[in-house]
């Protein structure tokens, strides 16, 4: 599942990057939690939490259906 995550953030990227922001997997969980970093510009954004749960956990959830929850490590 790892590489799935993996594969759905590489399409996430490039629109984070856009806005000088970034992204890192931390981990996947047998439980379905995935827990990425946010890097660049989005580290400390305000908006932050609405882009990784509106935003990042959306698609992923699209992407690999088994993901229950998408958290900031």
Request: aromatic share 0%; glycine share 10%; hydrophobic share 40%.
């Amino acid at each position: 599942m790892k590489e799935r995550v993996e594969a759905a953030l590489e399409k996430i990227r490039p629109s984070l990057e856009a806005d000088g922001g970034g992204i890192e997997l931390v981990d996947v969980g047998d439980d379905g939690v995935v827990k990425v970093k946010l890097t660049g510009a989005c580290h400390g954004c305000p908006m932050s939490q609405m882009t990784l749960k509106n935003g990042v956990e959306k698609m992923l959830k699209k992407e690999v259906p088994e993901i229950k929850e998408v958290i900031s490590a």
